[in-house]
């Protein structure tokens, strides 16, 4: 995953989803700022921002949230190594400092929010809303839940409503000149295609055995790479929600204030179920010298004629589903009678819907244009919006209000234990005291901690590393568990004996062979395929085969490459046939230049979407370099021993 990301992290594409994902972690640490109560000051300070503190609780219930957040993105590949390759420990603390920031800014540029704009805000929020009105008693309990207050809550709803009138002042200023559309529509209309051949560093494999003379001779030179971290081994107590859920019996009045506070989970969208006979719009089967747009016209015309027939012989009793098979243009429900099935509200473009709502149940509809096309709509059913009555939902709403307070009986008994250990250091004693039981873990490194029993939860680690031998950890909190801690176990960084590695050193010393063997072989071939135009034949005998590219712009990522940045330079540079190579990473690249298409003018639709492409490039760029001027000036404090 993490290397997919690196090989097309400049593509359009790409960009544009890590922004995605960059503006969607703010919207979660917003909605803890803003929806989880006050950022409160517990923990200690941890950075200071011109004067202005940074606590512990704020930064931990941060970097919480971040780690939920890519967890939910990458799901089952998400793992505790990837924690350190993102560096989500810093982006947390980044995001905090930037929060910071930026509301003393808009301060100084007298941003504010009135009372008026927050009870707007606030009352258009979906999660306050009960039959599309604002409910009182919704907010009402919804803050009881969050266990914070009208004050704290609107207080940071007003701070996100600054921030977000302070980031858009730079959309607004944000001009493109004629150069940077000229370059952004080359970027993505000139295209070309490539022949490749790619292999790994080590493809070329060297038969050898190697002598313990020579083993020891690397493993002499190479001591550092087969040093032992290290290594902790540490006592827990580990207490899970799911082992008390049985003992959880919700009151009435809490189910009926849980129904209320969630209301909106229980909203059941408008549903639909209806068929449809669609007929494209087909402008390149216009012949003759007419212009894009008076062919585009008469295409429209032609498309809406054959719609209305079609209609016509419906409405006078023509089978429906067998026009759909024989005329429709939709592959998909064509061949299915134009059954589209059910779908709820905002599946279909505007028009299409719009055209729904209008339509009795065995309706027709008039022809319909919409993107795709004309359209002929059937409705066939419809379900108006609903809120599930809590009757239906009582069993879900029972397992999640026992689920919650599972948790909290947790997290209640964690900090017992940890009272109860704080005082003399036995933590199994304190363990046995709350009917809880200690494990103890076998030795483990910041890089090697794959522990089955302890799973993905990365700050159970990241408290066993910060802890001194002996201490008694506060309570570490997931979803899934509860853990105590306590550290019983070191053993320092070492180097191994060379028998104690022996395979180890053997398999580090073949890669390095096998990798000097194909590095040479690289070079080989990359002064033979230059002069050679039978390729098949350079290549003949070596396990390797040609690929081909589809066209591609400079803004795409290569199908079958990645977005590697110097071949495509270099692919636009090229002369038709000529041939160039690349090592990028642990892989070796050689390609020929097969065609190229010159990317021609752009039309005014063409102008505007890209207008709106670049400014919004340039307005996020123009906001984090001003940003980033903010902190060189600002005087920042990090106490990284709190991290």
């Known amino acids: 995953m993490l290397s997919t990301i690196r090989e097309h992290a400049d593509s359009w594409m790409i960009k544009s989803i890590l922004w995605l994902i960059i503006l969607a972690f703010v919207g979660t640490v917003f909605y803890s700022w803003g929806m989880g109560g006050a950022s409160g000051s517990g923990g200690g300070a941890i950075a200071t921002v011109e004067g202005e503190k940074i606590y512990q609780q704020e930064y931990d219930r941060t970097f919480n949230n971040l780690v939920d957040f890519y967890r939910q993105q990458f799901r089952n ?90 980031e858009k002042l730079f959309r607004t ?75 959880i019996e919700p009151r009435d009045e809490d189910i009926e204030d849980y129904y209320q506070t969630k209301i909106a989970d229980f909203r059941v969208k408008k549903n639909y179920r209806a068929s449809h006979v669609l007929i494209n719009v087909k402008s390149s089967e216009i012949e003759g010298d007419a212009s894009p747009e008076e062919k585009q016209k008469q295409a429209e015309d032609k498309a809406k004629a054959l719609a209305t027939e079609l209609r016509g012989k419906i409405k006078a009793g023509a089978d429906f589903g067998e026009i759909a098979k024989k005329h429709s243009d939709d592959p998909g429900s064509g061949p299915k009678g134009g059954s589209l099935g059910e779908f709820p509200k905002g599946t279909m473009v505007a028009p299409f819907e719009a055209a ?17 096309g004309y359209h002929i709509i059937k409705l066939e059913g419809r379900e108006e919006e609903r809120i599930k009555p809590l009757e239906t939902v009582r069993e879900e709403v029972i397992q999640s209000l026992k689920e919650i307070k599972a948790r909290q009986r947790v997290r209640r008994i964690a900090k017992h234990i940890r009272k109860e250990a704080e005082n003399d250091g036995n933590l199994k004693s304190a363990a046995e005291k709350n009917q809880a039981q200690t494990n103890v873990t076998g030795f483990f490194s910041r890089e090697k901690h794959s522990l089955p029993e302890i799973g993905d939860q990365p700050e159970f680690f990241n408290t066993a590393f910060s802890l001194e031998e002996n201490k008694v950890s506060q309570p570490v909190h997931s979803l899934e568990a509860s853990f105590i801690l306590k550290v019983t176990g070191n053993k320092e960084a070492h180097i191994p004996e060379l028998e104690e590695v022996k395979k180890t050193v053997e398999q580090a010393l073949t890669e390095q062979v096998n990798q000097k063997a194909t590095s040479a072989k690289f070079k080989e071939l990359e002064q033979r395929l230059s002069q050679e135009k039978d390729w098949e034949k350079a290549i003949e005998g070596l396990d390797l085969s040609i690929r081909h590219t589809p066209s591609f712009s400079r803004a795409d990522s290569i199908p079958g490459i990645g977005n590697i940045k110097e071949i495509k330079e270099k692919a636009f540079t090229m002369n038709l046939g000529d041939t160039s190579s690349a090592k990028v990473r642990n892989r070796f690249y050689l390609f020929k ?47 990284k021993d709190l991290l």
């Open 593 to 639: 230049l097969m065609e190229k298409e010159a990317a021609g003018e752009p039309d005014k639709e063409q102008i505007q979407k890209i207008i709106q492409q670049v400014k919004q490039e340039k307005s996020r760029q123009t906001f984090q370099e001003w940003v980033g001027n903010l902190k060189v000036q600002a005087e920042i404090m990090i106490d």
């Open 173 to 247: 200023s944000t001009k493109v000149s004629q150069s940077e559309i000229r370059e952004a529509f080359a970027n993505e209309e000139e295209k070309a295609k490539l022949d490749y051949v790619r292999f790994n560093n080590d493809h070329f494999q060297v038969e050898k055995t190697f002598t313990d003379s020579e083993l020891s001779d690397f493993f002499q030179a190479n001591k550092k790479l087969f040093e032992v971290p290290p290594q902790i081994q540490v006592d827990y107590v580990k207490l899970e929600p799911k082992a008390y859920l049985a003992e």
């Open 77 to 166: 590949q998400f793992t505790n190594d990837m924690i350190k390759k993102l560096g989500l420990k810093t982006q947390a603390l980044e995001a905090l400092i930037q929060k910071k920031l930026l509301l003393q800014e808009a301060e100084k540029q007298n941003l504010k929010v009135s009372d008026t704009e927050l009870i707007s805000h606030i009352r258009s929020l979906s999660v306050f809303q009960n039959e599309k009105k604002f409910s009182k008693a919704t907010y009402d309990n919804y803050l009881q839940s969050q266990r914070t207050s009208p004050r704290d809550f609107e207080d940071n709803q007003r701070q996100a409503l600054i921030l977000d009138k302070l």
């Open 356 to 372: 729904l709502d209008k339509l009795a149940i065995d309706g027709i509809s008039e022809p319909v244009l919409t993107p795709f």
